[in-house]
């Protein structure tokens, strides 16, 4: 499996990808993606991160099963209140956020749009910047409304930490994060509730 993900990630590198692209491509941390793109699968080290690889493609090359996971992920939202906007962490959280909006309109009757947001870490040269990533102007707006944030991983918040910032900074109200796998067995980041549908521990 290992040697699987070092070549993946190393695929990926020679394609083009940044660090934070492949951690997300591949549902590694950052530290794990870094890893990963500096072996050499016959000469695997053992001081690999402690993490675990996500495989989610039975739910994402299928859409009515992103359908059915997306109609789940959007009934865990009701609880928090009524979204007037689903906003999708790219590049993962998009397909999810793209089906919670229509279905969240059908389910409350209230128009809801979407915002993607582009993280940091997507960015060229990601490790040396310090600041955050940004929404979309392609898309909808969360100035002023309610808004459920989108993904499929967390791994370590940091990136759920860096929208909800976003998102606060530009007005909006954020009611709640919700995720397929929660690798970090988190509640609430930043006063903002987490809904998962799944939680790893490690034990």
Known sequence: MKQKLILKAQELRQHG?????????????????????????????????????????????????????????????LIHGEAEVVCGIAVSGVPFATMMADLLEDMTGLDTSLAIFHPQKHRQASEELDDEGTISTNFGTVEGKKVVIVDDVITSGKTVREVIHTVKDLGGDPLCVVVLIDKAGLSEVEDVPIESLIKVSRI
């Open 17 to 77: 990808f940044t660090t934070g692209e492949i951690a997300d491509e591949l549902n590694v941390s950052m530290d794990t993606a870094r890893w990963l793109t500096l072996q050499k699968a016959t000469e695997v080290k053992s001081d690999a991160p402690t993490d675990f690889a996500i495989n989610w493609k039975s739910i994402g090359g299928n859409a009515a099963r992103l359908r059915y996971v997306s109609s789940a992920l959007s009934d865990m939202t």
